[in-house]
């Protein structure tokens, strides 16, 4: 398995896996013994880089995270997120967000607990908290790492300006936003951000939450459970638009003797040696894939070509609902 380095230290495989499908977001929660066996397998294939958060079931993708990698603890890296409050009427809303110092701490005290290690290999601040001053949220993980409770700090959908702030309190060593061929706005601002400050990227929904691999189609038909069915980019006459892009990224995996999701893949890992895609699974075949777009190399020319091709597309449909929308980028 090829290695990759986020931040100033930390090495992970160059393709982690993304856990929260598995029980939460993408339709009701997976087998949990499958979902077991599926990140095992993943270890057994060389992956050391799993991600998982507190809100994703809520809870429980933590403790199923925490069960299955047990017996590997010291030789993977687990990230998880801190950032949001459970609703008082229900505990299975959680819309309001809480970076409070003092709730950052009791977050990283129970996610130790359900993910059974002595210290959380990554804390991403899971959506920047306007309440809370970013340099406050930074000097509380700070804290937490000088307790040896936290060996790294990270961010996810922060813009520029909040990155910068953040990394002058305490290094941050990822951040975890969405990019993919679906999804190119990190170029403007983001990724020099973090090339200058030496930060790693991990993209998630690599794959356009799917889109990405040609299995969705403009008939196809998500269940009330599954996010994709409240996103304006997934209504079905985006997706007639948005097959377009599917299609030209269908053409270069036809050439290149490799999958759609393959080709996704392969255009993140060849754009920076520091981005590090989690694309997330449930089924072997797919995690298989996937980790099969390491044997596909894309020269400058293929990339070039890429996104000459792409940039004539116009993809159509916010990428979230207007409240998730309004809690990135800040």
Known sequence: MQKRKLGKNLEVSAIGLGCMGMSWSYGPPKDQQEMIALIRAGVDRGVTFFDTAEVYGPLTNEELVGEALAPFRGKVVVATKFGWEASPDDGNRWTALNSRPEHIKQVAEASLRRLRVDAIDLFYQHRVDLNVPIEDVAGAVKDLIREGKVK???????????????????????????????????????????????????????????????????????????????????????????????????????????????????????????????????????????????????????????????????????????????????
Do not use: C, M
Request: proline share 6%; net charge neutral.
């Open 152 to 330: 790294h700090f990270g961010l996810s959908e922060a813009g520029a300006q909040t990155i910068r702030r953040a990394h002058a309190v305490q290094p941050v060593t990822a951040l975890q936003s969405e990019y993919s061929l679906f999804w190119r706005q990190p170029e403007e601002t983001i990724l020099p951000t973090l090339e200058e400050l030496g930060i790693g990227f991990v993209p998630f929904s690599p794959l356009g939450k799917g889109f990405l691999t040609g299995k969705i189609t403009a008939e196809t038909k998500f269940d009330s459970t599954d996010f994709r069915s409240s996103i304006p980019r997934f209504k079905e006459e985006n997706r007639k638009v948005n097959q377009a892009l599917v299609d030209l990224v269908t053409a270069f995996a036809e050439k290149r003797k490799a999958t759609p999701a393959q080709i996704a893949l392969a255009w993140l890992l060849a754009k920076k040696p520091w981005i590090v895609p989690i694309p997330g699974t449930t089924k072997l075949s797919r995690l298989e894939e996937n980790l099969g777009a390491l044997n596909v190399e894309l020269s400058l020319e293929d990339l070039d070509a890429i996104e000459k091709a792409s940039s004539h597309i116009k993809v159509q449909g916010a990428r979230y609902p207007e409240f998730h929308e309004k809690l990135v980028g800040r």
